[in-house]
């Protein structure tokens, strides 16, 4: 009789005992600790606690990963254990950003959908990534290439001309090591993900670790017998995983053990959805939300925008428009705040690049995304301001492919003292801080770009709305309440223009 199989289960202490010096680790997941196999990053952690082993990692991954506070790659910031860290997103993990703010490890911070697409691009040993993401942003190697301090000086990206076309090629990685998760693992290793909020890019990082001789661990909540798992719930197959670590203390998120709305389990009335107060934040959800339309496909990025999915649901228009999450999420209401990547009652969970493929591809009727900076040409900063780091996420392969887009924010920030109600806005104290500035502090989005391929934007903010015109920044609407040239003028660096018919904005968002 041949020999039983091999038992591919064991400690998350042997499992990464088995990741080498200067390995590369692909770590699957995204914020609020969505998707991650925390278990594994505490148990690398730890070794390299104890033995200083293994040293000078490059870290792999297409999105943030953390929750601001206690899990994630902050897990990994000390010094000597990580070299590189080769992100889409940096802002969940402030220990992290700090180390590489103070120049302590290396840092590239390349589109998610381009991280995502890599990771299939490795599993298929093709050469790489060809495409126009990130052309004219900081991204862009005529830029900044996408190096995020002075310490990260090797190009990692390449301006090429193929076809006749100008495109970016990201060459592939070599991953050494696939951190996966799920909820439940058999005998043989196969991941099924029944209570996972998304299915994220696991598949895609197993293979891509097999393609290139390296080593795949799963992490998952339980253990099921042989032959007990349906195959339709399998998302990483038995055949890509070498080892498999149990963690019964897994949580779906790190607001939960479990949401079944958030997984397909069950369905959340809308009336249990949060709803926000009346303030500026709902002001300029209410306001981004005019521009919806029946049977649109749209986007909502995280932080200001995600106000518009509460705002939509109150209006009961839920299912008049299709929302989508960069993490596969197709319908459903998405959630804000450090959980944002998951949505309750999603209609659909795709892989994560294939969803960047419908990015890509142009199917985004509207996207709304946030704004740290725009200036006088129209293009925006998200990714990198003075000391706040927070990277591009989905940012780039979005705004530039969407048919359309609105950028969300507040006029200022820091301390600004608003007051909402009676169809009015009162400005108390203006922030210290001013969004529209002359020049970007890094290119997130290219205003020059935009114009030039014709794509229509929108600037929304609680006290006046802009378009971006071939000649520049274009002043549309004004707040009730707000004085032109004391509150919008006099707090921009530069001077936009003037709609002749300038119009206030709608007294019922202030209402």
Not at 238 to 255: L, N
Not at 342 to 370: I, T
Not at 374 to 386: H, I
């Amino acid at each position: 009789m041949p020999p039983a199989p091999r038992s591919k289960v064991c400690s998350a202490a042997e499992a990464v005992a088995r990741v080498r010096d200067g390995a590369t680790v692909a770590i699957q997941g995204a914020g609020g600790g969505s998707g991650e196999p925390t278990a594994l990053i505490r148990a690398l952690r730890a070794r390299f606690d104890a033995e200083a082993r293994p040293a000078g990692l490059t870290l792999l991954h297409a999105t943030g990963l953390g929750d601001k506070r206690e899990i994630g790659t902050d897990l990994l910031a000390v010094p000597g254990l990580v070299a590189c860290d080769i992100a889409g997103h940096l802002a969940m993990a402030p220990r992290m950003g700090a180390m590489i703010q103070r120049n302590e490890i290396e840092c590239y911070n390349f589109p998610q959908g381009v991280i995502s697409h890599l990771f299939r691009a490795a599993a298929g040993r093709t050469p790489g990534v060809l495409t126009k993401v990130g052309l004219h942003t900081f991204v862009d190697p005529r830029l900044e290439g996408g190096r995020m301090n002075a310490r990260t000086t090797t190009d990692r990206v390449q301006v090429v001309h193929f076809a006749g076309e100008e495109w970016l090629f990201f060459p592939r990685p070599k991953i050494d090591v696939a951190f996966v998760r799920g909820t439940t693992a058999d005998p043989r290793g196969n991941i099924a993900a029944e209570e996972e909020p998304a299915i994220y890019e696991g598949i895609s990082i197993a293979q891509a670790a097999r393609a290139a001789g390296g080593i795949v661990i799963a992490q998952v909540k339980r253990l099921a017998p042989a032959g007990a798992l349906n195959p339709r719930e399998v998302v990483i197959p038995g055949v890509s995983v070498d080892f498999v670590v149990v963690d019964p203390a897994q949580r779906q998120t790190s607001a939960g053990d479990y949401d079944p709305s958030l997984s397909g389990g069950a369905r959340r009335p809308a009336a249990e959805l949060p709803r926000l107060s009346l303030d500026e934040r709902k002001v300029i959800a209410r306001r981004a939300a005019q521009e919806l339309f029946p049977g649109a496909a749209i986007n909502v990025g995280v932080g200001m925008p995600d106000g518009i999915a509460p705002v939509v649901a109150e209006a009961g228009s839920l299912d008049d428009v299709t929302f989508t999450i960069e993490q596969g999420l197709v319908g459903g209401m998405p959630a804000g705040g450090v959980i944002f990547g998951v949505s309750h009652n999603p209609e659909a969970r795709l892989h994560q690049s294939h969803q960047f493929d419908y990015y890509d591809g142009g199917g985004l009727d509207l996207a709304f995304l946030g704004m740290a900076q725009a200036d006088a040409e129209g293009s925006v900063n998200v990714s990198k301001v003075g000391p706040l780091l927070a990277g591009c996420g989905g940012f780039i392969n979005i705004s530039q492919n969407a048919k359309r887009v609105v950028f969300c924010g507040t006029f200022t920030a820091k301390g600004a003292d608003l007051a909402v109600g009676g169809g009015r806005l009162a400005i108390r104290a203006e922030g210290a801080v001013r969004k529209f500035v002359r020049r970007v502090e890094q290119v997130t989005f290219s205003g020059g770009y935009a114009r030039a391929r014709g794509q229509p934007v929108l600037f929304v903010t609680e006290r006046a709305v802009f378009s971006l015109e071939r000649e520049g920044l274009l002043l549309r609407e004004i707040a009730p309440g707000a004085e032109l040239e004391r509150d919008v003028l006099a707090q921009m660096d530069f001077r936009p223009l003037v709609a002749p018919d300038l119009r206030p904005m709608d007294a019922a968002l202030f209402t």
